[in-house]
């Protein structure tokens, strides 16, 4: 089992439309969880923190399943401007470093 | 504030050429620094990361290396590239435990 696994993409939805990605991790002693966001040919930027409690940003939720090792990443009212690759990211427990999942493409169209 | 500058942005190297890329990050003391790659239609992959001066873990058993001569400088190298070695490579920074990483803009990188 990999790491980091996330929805296969991509994803094309028209604007309005609810979207939700899902990420699922091996590691069940990993500690922190974000989702990034990586447009065309930039670099990623964090996009939101997981929280256990699950958490929510505008039209972006997140939430965590610690028993299930499971997030997800919900999309109300797309975007245009929401089209990009959406990163699911743990953190392995000792050394700090980020286990990045290979993304899942969103395309929101007009 | 913090920043992060990586360079060359893009560069076009022949097989059997040396590379270097340099980061360098201003605005924070004794960053965790991190050399990521990216290949056409891969996910990101941690190639080396660095918790302080001259101390470099490698991730991934390559023609690559790592190098970090100050505290807030890191530079990526190569003797001889192959065409493998391809891809968008990105220097990152983090605070130790705070998960966040900070990435520069990347150095795009064509072997021929």
């Known amino acids: 089992r990999k790491e980091v696994e996330q929805d296969p993409g991509p994803f094309n939805v028209p604007e309005g439309a609810t979207v939700a990605f899902n990420c699922t991790y091996s590691?069940?002693?990993?500690?922190?969880f974000f989702w990034y966001r990586q447009d065309c040919r930039k670099e990623p930027k964090l996009l939101m923190s997981?929280?256990?409690s699950g958490n929510e940003d505008g039209r972006f939720t997140a939430q965590l399943n610690r028993a299930s090792q499971y997030i997800s990443l919900l999309i109300r009212d797309s975007k245009l401007s929401d089209s990009a690759t959406y990163l699911c990211?743990?953190?392995?427990?000792?050394?700090?470093?980020?286990?990045f999942g290979k993304g899942t493409k969103l395309s929101v169209k007009p | 504030s913090q920043t992060i500058h990586q360079w060359p942005a893009t560069l076009v190297q022949p097989v059997g050429s040396p590379l270097s890329l340099e980061c360098t990050v201003e605005?924070?003391?004794?960053?965790?620094l991190y050399w990521y790659r990216q290949a056409a239609g891969r996910g990101l992959q941690l190639l080396f990361y660095?918790?302080?001066?001259g101390q470099i873990s490698s991730e991934v058993p390559q023609n690559l290396s790592a190098s970090r001569p100050q505290d807030r400088q890191f530079i990526l190298s190569s003797k001889k590239l192959l065409l493998s070695d391809s891809g968008f490579y990105l220097c990152?920074?983090?605070?130790w435990g705070a998960g966040e990483l900070f990435f520069g803009e990347g150095s795009r990188l064509t072997v021929l």
């Open positions: 605005g924070t003391s004794n960053p965790n």
């Open positions: 990211v743990v953190t392995a427990v000792s050394q700090g470093n980020l286990i």
């Open positions: 660095s918790v302080g001066i």
């Open positions: 997981v929280y256990s």
């Open positions: 590691n069940s002693a990993s500690q922190s």
């Open positions: 990152a920074w983090s605070v």
